[in-house]
């Protein structure tokens, strides 16, 4: 992955290659509307931001990728387990906004989706066969509970896909290097299956610090998604300041970015 600009938008793009997705990939901080400590592309509802410069902010997203901002589908993100799926074509996508769940999956063309983060990890997946896309809000709750692997299978039993030939990028979150958690993470971790040992590294008594690029990837891979076709942008939020909103560097103030996918 790497950054890229159209339009004002500066964005980490995936390298899905040739697929019948128009746009996808992972925004930055930069050239939006918003105002310290939001400074200054926040595109969060949930964030308290003016929300005249969040409508902004994803009007400014999506005009410069050519698409009408009632294109654009999010969700009320609640890191929990439930997936959205939208199957059909809707004369009203904004309602979604209200939907509380933490995935969306859609076959419908000219429908943007996302998810907003400032620490978890942004996910998409894309099964260009079926033409099935998906975005997945990943923190520790959501990754213990297995939601990437869950949103894969929710791919096979809604649209008859194949693990085989979905493609996924994970964006950029919080990195291991500044990402230090506890033990009652460690146990969800235990319990939902997740090997500790391969996404974690001790960080003194009961403390561990955690990657969740990678606890991620082990789940794309348990569901069945080839190896070579996980993409790691490998990019730690909290470090970058410069690119990216931290909810943890910056004590719970600041803005969100976004993980976004579309098919043509």
């Known amino acids: 992955m790497q950054m890229k600009r159209t339009g004002r938008i500066h964005y980490v793009a995936t390298e899905f290659g040739t697929t019948p997705c128009s746009v996808q990939g992972f925004t930055s901080r930069h050239e939006g509307v918003s105002r310290p400590p939001y400074n200054s592309l926040n595109l969060g509802t949930t964030t308290l931001d003016q929300p005249h410069n969040v409508e902004g902010n994803r009007s400014l997203l999506t005009r410069s990728f050519g698409i009408a901002q009632e294109a654009l589908v999010t969700v009320r993100q609640v890191h929990g387990s439930d997936i959205l799926v939208i199957d059909e074509p809707n004369e009203e996508y904004g309602h979604f906004l209200s939907v509380e769940c933490d995935a969306i999956i859609t076959n419908q063309p ?14 998409l997946l894309l099964d260009p066969v079926k033409q099935v896309i998906a975005t997945v809000h990943a923190g520790w709750q959501g990754t213990a509970a297995g939601l990437v692997a869950k949103t894969v299978a929710g791919m096979v039993s809604q649209f ?13 979150c919080i990195g291991q290097c500044c990402y230090e958690v506890d033990a009652p993470v460690k146990q969800a971790f235990v319990q939902g299956g997740i090997p500790w040992e391969q ?48 909810y943890r560097r910056d004590g719970g103030e600041t803005g969100r970015q976004m993980g976004f996918i579309m098919l043509a």
């Open 110 to 123: 000219n429908v943007m989706i996302g998810v907003c983060v400032a620490d978890c990890a942004p996910i």
């Open 199 to 246: 996404c974690t590294q001790p960080n003194g008594d009961g403390k561990w610090r955690l990657d969740l690029g990678a606890a991620n990837r082990e789940l794309l891979l348990y569901a069945g998604v080839p190896e070579t076709a996980i993409q790691v942008a490998g990019m730690c939020v909290c470090c970058q300041k410069e690119l990216f909103f931290s």
């Open 160 to 172: 008859g896909c194949s693990p085989q030939s979905v493609q996924a990028a994970i964006g950029p």
